[in-house]
């Protein structure tokens, strides 16, 4: 499911335009379904090893980070006051 999950978020780097990642997307799917039912131990291997080869060799220099997630545009925009600039030097009660 790893392997799985990391073609589609290489995918998402890749392909901007939402109609295309859903075609990638969908290209990616019917390849882990064609090899679901492989019970061969070694084949499976070799499988997962081509697989991190693939994405390896597609591996984006700048992925896509949601803004407000770390490396984000956003992230951390919007930081709380510090307690000391709340506190009214002129509240004597």
Avoid at 20 to 25: I, K, Q, T
Avoid at 62 to 88: C, I
Wanted: proline share 8%; with cysteine; net charge neutral.
């Amino acid at each position: 499911m790893n392997l799985y999950r990391q073609s589609l978020r290489l995918c998402m780097n890749v392909c901007i335009d939402r109609n295309l990642f859903s075609e990638e997307g969908q290209k990616i799917r019917d390849q882990f379904d064609a090899h679901k039912s492989e019970t061969n131990v070694k084949v499976a291997q070799k499988l997962v090893e081509d697989g991190e080869a693939e994405l390896l060799r597609w591996f984006h220099p700048d992925p896509y980070r949601f803004p407000y997630r770390p490396g984000g545009t956003k992230f951390q925009r919007n930081e709380p006051v510090p307690e000391q600039f709340l506190q009214n030097p002129y509240n004597h009660h």
